[in-house]
């Protein structure tokens, strides 16, 4: 089945750098989404991608789609202490509007100040 | 806007106990919804969707069972639970709309001991 691999699933950064989650599917995706869980929280949404090479951006946060659509990038400029939490990407294969969602194990974001 | 109600937040269980966890929605008609786990430092895992009254599909095989007795009521039962059971379960939501990112409720962590 579908194969959605996260790596690192740990990273560690002082306040200020940056930080990249990358996203490696084993099947090509009709679209990509990405949810922030804060710890001791519930996975909300971030954004979702959907064409070939799409880049996305919101303040400091970029997001990649990969030309043959399976791969997928996060990268987070300037860390902050308010971005701690675990990333996750969720691929979706086949057909756009299927219902299978298969996440990624995430990566568990920590900010040193 | 929609509202996801999921209780209780956390609950303590012993091995062989029954479970019932359930998921009400508020703010919109006809929704897709899901049982997620999400076991300790581990991804999530998709239990159970349904895209109406009565019409479960099931991912994984296991002890457990879901139900959706009304359009906005989605159900997750064990008859006994086993220590494995333990994790964060997470109902989500999606509209009608295929593709629409997931919506999640605040989850209830559940310790099988």
């Known amino acids: 089945g579908q194969q959605v691999m996260q790596i690192p699933q740990y990273q560690h950064v002082q306040e200020g750098e940056d930080f990249t989650t990358y996203c490696n599917s084993s099947t090509t995706l009709s679209n990509i989404q990405w949810y922030k869980q804060r710890p001791g929280g519930h996975p909300v949404f971030l954004i979702q991608?959907?064409?070939?090479?799409e880049v996305k951006k919101q303040k400091r946060l970029t997001f990649q789609f990969g030309e043959a659509k399976k791969n997928s990038s996060l990268h987070i400029t300037a860390t902050q202490t308010t971005d701690v939490g675990t990333y996750f990407c969720?691929?979706?294969?086949?057909?756009?509007?299927?219902?299978?969602?298969?996440f990624g194990k995430g990566t568990k974001l920590s900010v040193i100040p | 806007s929609q509202t996801i109600h999921q209780w209780p937040a956390t609950l303590v269980q012993p091995v062989g106990s029954p479970l019932s966890l359930e998921c009400t929605v508020e703010?919109?008609?006809?929704?897709?919804l899901y049982w997620y786990r999400q076991a300790a430092g581990r991804g999530l895992q998709l239990l159970f969707y349904s895209v109406g009254i009565g019409q479960i599909s099931s991912e994984v095989p296991q002890n457990l069972s879901a139900s959706r007795p009304q359009d906005r009521q989605f159900i997750l039962s064990s008859k006994k639970l086993l220590l494995s059971d333990s994790g964060f379960y997470l109902c989500a939501i999606t509209p009608r709309a295929r593709g629409s990112p997931l919506h999640f409720g605040n989850g209830t962590r559940l310790t099988v001991t």
């Open positions: 991608l959907v064409k070939s090479g």
């Open positions: 969720a691929g979706r294969a086949g057909e756009a509007g299927s219902y299978q969602l298969t």
């Open positions: 703010g919109t008609s006809n929704p897709n």
